[in-house]
């Protein structure tokens, strides 16, 4: 699988916009790009996920750069809820495409 | 709401004993996963079963097993539990249609294995 890269931590405040990049620049033209968070004991939760277009959904918005070497998941307005480490994934058509890869992930701190 | 539960939360062995933990779905999905998440690491795949059919990750210890009678239900036995196997374990679940690399997971909040 495809890497992935990502910050380590990042920091926010409620009711701000929150960008967490991920750079991934050996990914593949099949590859999708997922997103991931997990709570403080909870298991990881679906966020989005795109292959070249920018998404949008209830949860938040996938920006993806025109060569697709590098995302950005945006939460638009971050709450207390959203202190998760987010995972950035690439999941491809290859030989072990049923599976997630899961890198170290962003831990992201939401401050009163 | 459909979801994926793990119980019980919180399962507590002694080294060597054998224990089972299980995983039940609503989702009507047909693949289901074992992961195994280690303290302050990313969830690692242990093996899925893509309907009846049993799939090993190359690196899961033979000392992992796993069940799956039915489409709801999958069980992850653990023969002889060591120190290093204290973790949390997720159950995850999937569709199979199309690409998978175009299907979310669905994963319950797991379960934290204690070793005494």
């Known amino acids: 699988d495809a890497k992935t890269t990502q910050p380590n931590s990042m920091e926010s405040n409620e009711e701000e916009p929150v960008h967490l990049p991920c750079n991934h620049s050996?990914?593949?033209?099949?590859?999708?790009i997922h997103w991931y968070r997990q709570l403080p004991s909870q298991g990881p939760e679906y966020v989005i996920h795109g292959l070249t277009s920018n998404v949008n959904n209830r949860m938040a918005s996938l920006a993806i750069a025109e060569d697709r070497k590098s995302s950005t998941l945006i939460l638009h307005r971050a709450t207390l809820r959203d202190a998760a480490v987010y995972y950035c994934?690439?999941?491809?058509?290859?030989?072990?495409?049923?599976?997630?890869?899961f890198g170290k992930g962003t831990l992201l701190t939401v401050n009163p | 709401d459909a979801m994926v539960i793990q119980n019980p939360r919180y399962q507590v062995t002694q080294f060597g004993k054998p224990v089972t933990l299980s995983c039940s779905q609503t989702?009507?999905?047909?693949?289901m996963y074992w992961y195994q998440q280690k303290s302050s690491q990313a969830p690692k795949l242990l093996f899925h079963?893509?309907?009846?059919?049993?799939?090993n990750e190359a690196d899961t210890p033979d000392n992992f097993q796993s069940r799956r009678p039915n489409t709801s239900f999958c069980f992850l036995d653990i023969r002889s539990p060591g120190l290093g196997d204290a973790a949390m374990y997720l159950c995850?679940?999937?569709?199979?249609?199309?690409?998978?690399?175009?299907?979310?997971?669905?994963f319950g909040d797991g379960t934290r294995l204690s070793i005494l």
């Open positions: 079963y893509y309907d009846k059919d049993f799939n």
């Open positions: 994934i690439l999941h491809g058509r290859g030989g072990s495409n049923y599976k997630l890869t």
């Open positions: 995850a679940t999937s569709r199979a249609w199309g690409s998978f690399s175009r299907q979310p997971q669905h």
């Open positions: 989702l009507n999905h047909n693949v």
């Open positions: 050996t990914i593949s033209g099949t590859d999708y």
